[in-house]
């Protein structure tokens, strides 16, 4: 969609959609992110985990710059996408977050129609040039939402009169009809009932087909169900980083294994 000026060559991992070095994330006095380094791989769910104010939804918001918007929030280090620094003076913020769209924890679909919800993205951006490819992206969205079948005939509805479970789909629709490359998600699934959960859950699944899914989520189950990594965080610093299996298996900092097996937390 544009260019992202081109980072030094040295903290390039070419085998990873998004790779952060050294990252420090403070607000005011506050030390929120400590030295962070990870390497995020695409079509793979990847789960960030561990206690309340631990840090791990700050480090999510650095991944598409979310943080700018806090007044006293200040990063210092490296975050590359496709090798290219998000943080470079010359990226626009609003053209990021198309690239890499965000679901937060409790759905907050705008007051419009079904359908304006997910057109408002890619109008604003110019992706289309007349009603009928509008028409195309919308169905599409909200076919990869899992919501398509439910919504075809309630198109001209206000989101806000869904369901929660709904809603939730819809701002997932929402997200992906910019065609981002990464999908945030903040505890998309904490507002919701074990039903609408299992559908998040199974969608989010079927959504690392085509993206790189990153996932916070305070249910260490709904980490080992979704996820193909997970990291764990604890009092801003990033603790351990594996395989999901091995993280809830064959942890390797005792620390993780306490917050595993409910010892700290």
């Keep these: 969609m544009y260019d992202l000026p081109h980072a030094r060559s040295d903290v390039i991992n070419s085998d990873c959609k998004i790779s952060a070095r050294n990252v420090q994330l403070y607000y005011g006095d506050n030390h929120a992110i400590k030295d962070v380094t990870a390497n995020i791989a695409d079509k793979t769910v990847t789960a960030f985990i561990g206690p309340s104010g631990c840090g791990?939804?700050?480090f999510l918001r650095c991944i598409n710059?979310?943080?700018d918007t806090i007044d006293n929030a200040r990063m210092e280090g490296t975050i590359l996408l496709d090798g290219e620094d998000i943080y470079d003076?010359?990226?626009d913020p609003v053209q990021l977050r198309a690239r890499v769209g965000m679901v937060f924890q409790k759905p907050n679909p705008f007051p419009k129609s079904i359908y304006d919800n997910v057109a408002y993205g890619p109008k604003i951006h110019g992706m289309v040039r007349n009603?009928?490819?509008l028409d195309e992206l919308?169905?599409?969205a909200l076919r990869r939402g899992a919501?398509?079948?439910?919504?075809?005939?309630?198109?001209?509805?206000?989101?806000?009169?869904?369901?929660g479970g709904q809603q939730q789909r819809l701002c997932i629709a929402r997200a992906i009809a910019t065609e981002p490359e990464v999908l945030l998600m903040d505890e998309p699934c904490s507002a919701l009932d074990p039903i609408a959960t299992a559908q998040i859950e199974e969608l989010i699944d079927e959504l690392r087909q085509n993206y790189s899914v990153v996932i916070v989520t305070h249910s260490m189950q709904q980490a080992a169900r979704v996820s193909q990594k997970t990291a764990f965080f604890h009092l801003g610093n990033l603790v351990e980083y594996a395989d999901t299996g091995q993280i809830?298996?064959?942890p390797q900092d005792p620390r993780t294994e306490s917050y595993i097996t409910g010892r700290i937390g």
């Design 147 to 163: 919501i398509w079948d439910e919504l075809k005939d309630r198109l001209d509805e206000p989101g806000t009169g869904l369901s």
């Design 138 to 140: 919308v169905e599409r």
């Design 65 to 67: 710059r979310m943080n």
């Design 131 to 133: 009603r009928s490819e």
């Design 89 to 91: 003076s010359k990226v």
């Design 248 to 250: 809830f298996t064959n």
């Design 56 to 58: 791990k939804s700050t």
